[in-house]
């Protein structure tokens, strides 16, 4: 993982933003995810999927739900993404992960907004 993405890590765990326990998830993911998609770990290719992770894993350790920001068109342009390879498999994944090791379990509306994420990072990835 590149030092600017490490650094959004360090930013989320030191103004409190997030849990330790949570973004020792979530850089752990990364790093994961670095290798399983082939993917630079940098801010670029990540920044956008690891605020996403570190805010709803946050979220659902303090009881919050989405409101309003999840909506029928989010699970609309979700969908669309499962014809690119292994994506709602990352997806669940990083559900069952979320819930062995933090004991904490996203709802399936996060894990529309996680596919939106995973997507853009293989399609980024993809680019010459």
């Given at each position: ?95 069952a992960q979320a819930l062995q090791q ?27």
């Amino acid at each position: 993982m590149e030092q600017d993405l490490e650094q959004r890590l360090v930013i989320f765990e030191r103004e409190g933003l997030a849990a330790p326990a949570i973004v020792a998830f979530v850089r752990q993911i990364l790093e994961w995810l670095e290798r399983e998609a082939q993917c630079p770990g940098d801010e670029e290719h990540m920044g956008p999927l690891a605020s996403h992770l570190l805010l709803a894993l946050e979220r659902v350790r303090r009881g919050e739900d989405l409101g309003s920001a999840w909506s029928p068109l989010v699970h609309e342009e979700a969908s669309t993404l499962t014809v690119l390879p292994h994506l709602q498999d990352w997806a669940g994944q990083i559900r069952a992960q979320a819930l062995q090791q933090l004991d904490l379990r996203l709802p399936a509306e996060e894990e529309d907004f996680l596919l939106l994420h995973l997507g853009a990072l293989v399609l980024r990835g993809q680019e010459p």
